[in-house]
């Protein structure tokens, strides 16, 4: 195996948790190098049913090393708690097998709440967040208005800190959107319950990963959301507030010279999409409802109804391209199996010309979809385990899902269990 980054290619959902609690099988490190709590991986396994939103998917594999690297939004509380969580099912978690980037910047208290003001304040015109903080935490990174998790060790600069930006912020809630402001007790709560937690597992993770990469370490990067929500890429402003491309995770995870050698993108055998937007190939009514409740469409972190729709092959290229994609995993095909006919948005209408190529996001408002229909293979496939027993209707829907986007399927999931899985060889293409 080669050092190898699982990136979602459309916008987010489609499973990477999934493929990556599959592929630490075979890798030593798992990091997870930007994003924060406002999304959630989910996962099956021998010790249940998880969903995960800040630790590394490669947790629940005994030996393997967990990363959170520098480009993460580290929120102590929400971190704690689901340590807590996955710890009460029997999952080990300790220094040893999970290390904190000393330079990742904390998700302050303030946050989240900033986060659900702003989106009352918009109405309407709201972002579609998770209510998780991540785009007010963004937002004063980069204007360095927060703190790194290794001032946690400088305890008295790190509380002068805390003040001013407390006072700095207070500002905002008070006189912006008529909130109560923040304390120092409340910081001091903070700071004792959560933050102290977290302390033991927060080190030097640029160092650890260039000797483990010497040692000859297999690492896998795991991302969060998808190609379509990359802050730089995705369909602005109705993105997430980092980048959530295979491109940057050398920087995110701590160490800028390491080398990523495979992108597996994940896409989805439908599209879902959470949170507001343009979703071209969206599906409504009756046709929509049957999908959704097929394939369990509600989200990990909010529990929210997934917007779903036909294939987008158009987006999908989209995604395939901007994350230099070496090969795809097609995940939730066994939900498709009572479809009598099968519809994918092999193109974009607008105005009234034929496009095959992602257009600029303001375009997107006056796209509709060319759907395609294939026949559905009717029958279940979940037991199905190699490349040549699936249905020659589920193969042919694979091979133009291929043929299109110019890059190999080499997973297919059939079942969200670890060993639900169909690997297709390159004699099988």
Known sequence: MANCVVVGINWGDEGKGRMVDLLTAHYD???????????????????????LHLLPSGIFREGVVNVLGNGVALDPESLWKEIVQVSEKGVAITADNLKISERASLLLPWHREMDALEEMRLADKKYGSTKQGIAPFYSDKYQKKTVLAGDLFYPEALKEQLLDLMEWKNLTLTKVYGTKPYTEAMLDEWLHTYCEQIKPFICDTGAYLKKAEEAGKQILFEAQLGS??????????????????????PIGCGYPGIRIEKVLGVVKAYSTCVGEGPFVSELFGEAAKQLREAGGEYGAKTGRARRVGALDLVATAYGIAIQAATEIAITKLDVLSTMEKIP?????????????RFP????????????????????????????????????VY?????????CPIRYISVGAERESIIIKNKEEE
């Open 360 to 395: 600029f996001p303001a375009a997107l408002a006056k796209a509709t979809p060319i759907i395609r229909y294939f026949d559905g293979w009717m029958c279940d496939i979940s037991a199905i385990r190699k490349w040549k027993d699936l249905p020659e209707a589920a193969k």
């Open 344 to 356: 994918v948005c092999i193109a974009y209408e607008i105005d009234g010309k034929t496009v095959t």
């Open 398 to 406: 694979l091979r133009f899902i291929e043929e299109t986007i110019a």
């Open 228 to 249: 379509l929500r990359d802050l730089d890429f995705g369909i602005y402003p109705y993105t997430t507030s980092s980048n959530t491309i295979a491109a940057y995770a």
């Open 29 to 51: 490190v798992v990091v997870r190098y930007q994003g924060g709590g406002n999304a959630g991986h989910t996962i099956i396994n021998d010790k249940g049913k998880f969903a």
